[in-house]
């Protein structure tokens, strides 16, 4: 199956600085990419849609100029963590889709956030 | 809204046992269903999906078929093996798989 990769895969940082997290797909172009946000030993909550070349279409709740997304080409898309606090400490996967009309999205491993 | 329900976990069985992990979902119209799993340090894979009532996905040993009846799409596997023990996730999929909405999945371990 395609490959998706996330950079970092853990990463520590202090309150009020941002952090940025790379979704990478590897062998495949993908037009559209997901954002999600696991808590644990809950599932996963979408956070927001990216299109390459387009603003990113937030759920109800995110907050866009919390959560900075960019989609600038078809193999990466970028989630920044601005002035990032405690609450935001988290589990952040990606996904990106293979196209067609059934797509399928391939996830990343994932990226751990602990804010101090 | 859409949402999904499954098997709260953990569940711990021993090898070639028999395994059900229930999953029931609320949804507006006719989703697709999925189920993905997540073996220790990896991303989340699809396993099996069905897109629409009674189909049945299978892959693997893994079976779960789309009861719109009971809004249920119960994972089965006839004989679980130590390579199973993973974190299993039921997802339906609005606009096809466009927007997934999770349960928040079930964590599996098999015993030798």
């Known amino acids: 199956g395609a490959v998706v990769s996330q950079h970092p895969s853990w990463v520590i940082c202090k309150s009020g600085t941002s952090v940025k997290i790379e979704c990478r797909s590897l062998?495949?172009?993908?037009?559209?990419m997901f954002w999600y946000r696991q808590f644990p030993k809950q599932s996963l909550m979408l956070m927001a849609t990216s299109n390459e070349g387009s603003k990113a279409t937030y759920e109800q709740g995110v907050e866009k100029d919390k959560f900075l997304i960019n989609h600038a080409s078809l193999t990466l898309s970028t989630l920044t963590v601005t002035s990032a606090h405690p609450e935001d400490s988290s589990f952040y996967i990606c996904?990106?889709?293979?196209?067609?009309?059934?797509?399928?999205?391939?996830f990343g491993p994932g990226t751990r956030l602990t804010v101090l | 809204g859409n949402s999904v329900t499954q098997m709260e976990g953990p569940v711990t069985l021993s090898e070639e046992a028999f395994l059900t992990i229930n999953c029931t979902y609320t949804?507006?119209?006719?989703?697709?269903l999925f189920w993905y799993v997540q073996y220790p340090g990896e991303g989340l894979q699809l396993l099996l999906k069905?897109?629409?009532?009674?189909d049945k996905g299978s892959n693997k040993g893994f079976e779960a078929t789309y009861r719109k009846e009971t809004t249920s799409f119960h994972l089965e596997k006839g004989s679980v093996q130590v390579s199973d023990s993973a974190v299993y996730f039921c997802a339906l999929g609005v606009q096809g798989a466009q927007k997934l909405v999770f349960g928040q999945g079930t964590r599996l371990t098999i015993n030798p």
């Open positions: 069905a897109t629409k009532a009674d």
């Open positions: 949804a507006t119209g006719y989703p697709s």
């Open positions: 996904s990106a889709e293979s196209g067609g009309a059934q797509g399928e999205q391939f």
């Open positions: 062998d495949f172009q993908a037009t559209t």
